[in-house]
């Protein structure tokens, strides 16, 4: 029997509708060639992997054995903090350039180094969110920073994107439950439906900025 039916099948139907996002954001680089939305593609190919392994470890765990079960929360771990370094990055690339662009990619690898190292020895997902929200917070204010300064018209998607992220973070942390078949993982995963919709439509319209003095390069499209 499966174990968490709803969540399972609530991270299923996350990690569906995220690879969508991430392919038309894949599809969307082509065209334009921004790195910026090729590495928010990145972040979704890797939420989704997350999105996937989660339910499947919480929905076949019985069958998985401990090292089984080890191993895909581990996949799953790992996923998402891939996720927070390709967002950090892909927000150096559309709203700085130069040494400041190094500086936040290479802090945001270092948090990336920093977490693995803790959460080898460490399981509770609390720790994942703690990574997550700063990753969470330079989007959004490198967001809210380039829609003020250049009217940046990706800026409003991805905030509302964040603000929505965060409100799912507080929801899966609180331990509110709706329902004994609808828990706290349940709503934070359907509220989070939400949250990558507007995340998509802003990492659609994210471009470049010039290493050099000028606008940016060029914009996507939704």
Not at 22 to 35: D, T, V
Not at 50 to 71: D, I, M, N, Q, V
Not at 122 to 130: E, G, P, Q, T
Not at 169 to 192: E, K, P, W
């Amino acid at each position: 029997m499966i174990s968490e039916p709803m969540t399972l099948f609530t991270d299923y139907l996350l990690a569906a509708v995220v690879l969508y996002f991430a392919l038309r954001l894949q599809a969307i680089w082509r065209e334009s060639r921004q790195r910026s939305v090729r590495l928010w593609a990145g972040a979704f190919f890797t939420s989704s992997l997350a999105a996937a392994s989660g339910g499947t470890y919480h929905g076949f765990r019985p069958f998985l054995g401990e090292t089984g079960s080890f191993l895909l929360w581990k996949a799953t771990i790992l996923a998402i903090g891939l996720t927070s370094l390709l967002m950090v990055c892909s927000m150096a690339m559309a709203t700085l350039r130069g040494r400041g662009r190094r500086i936040l990619a290479g802090l945001a690898a270092v948090q990336f180094l920093l977490y693995l190292g803790w959460m080898a020895g460490h399981d509770a997902f609390i720790y994942v969110i703690l990574d997550y929200v700063p990753a969470l917070l330079c989007v959004l204010f490198l967001q809210l920073y380039d829609g003020w300064r250049a009217g940046a018209r990706s800026a409003p998607w991805l905030t509302g994107g964040v603000v929505i992220s965060f409100a799912a973070a507080a929801i899966q942390a609180s331990g509110f439950t709706l329902h004994r078949h609808f828990n706290h993982n349940d709503l934070y995963h359907v509220v989070q439906l939400g949250a990558f919709y507007l995340l998509y439509r802003g990492g659609a319209l994210l471009a470049d900025r010039r290493d050099g003095p000028g606008v940016k390069s060029g914009a996507g499209r939704v």
